[in-house]
């Protein structure tokens, strides 16, 4: 999925979330916004990996793209970190960000390892990065977005 994909469906995720967090609903946004993107720092000509390229750079010459990154298994042990050395909330926010970049990546036909390095089964879709199904489900995202600010 493009970046602007990733934002939105972070941003509805938000939407649904808010109401259970006790952090400040700005703060939680911005976090869960972060995160909803950050994944992508695996692949240094993505958004998030082109503002900081030689570290981009060196994750995906490592790691790979779509692996550790793009795993609960990295997201759930960075997440217990957070919650452990700053607070609960931001360590949620972080989970339910990543959660929701590795959903949407996982309707892709590249599809999605969500325990990497544990288990080696993928989850994909149909939908191909940039194509007009992307489109379509970025239409559907940013729809239920004015559905939820509606009610």
Known sequence: MLFKTHLAFGFLVWLLIRPYFSINKYLLLAVVLLASVLPDIDKSNSKVGSKIKPISFLIEKIFGHRKLFHSLFLWGIISVF??????????????????????????????????????????????????????????????????????
């Open 82 to 151: 957070v919650w452990y050395f700053l607070d609960k909330g931001y360590a949620g926010a972080i989970l339910i960000g990543t959660t929701s970049h590795l959903i949407a990546d996982g309707l892709t036909k590249q599809g999605v390892n969500f325990l990497y390095p544990v288990s080696q089964f993928r989850i994909a879709g149909f939908i191909e990065t940039g194509s007009l199904f992307e489109i379509i489900f970025l239409m559907l995202v940013l729809g239920l977005i004015v559905i939820a600010f509606l009610f």
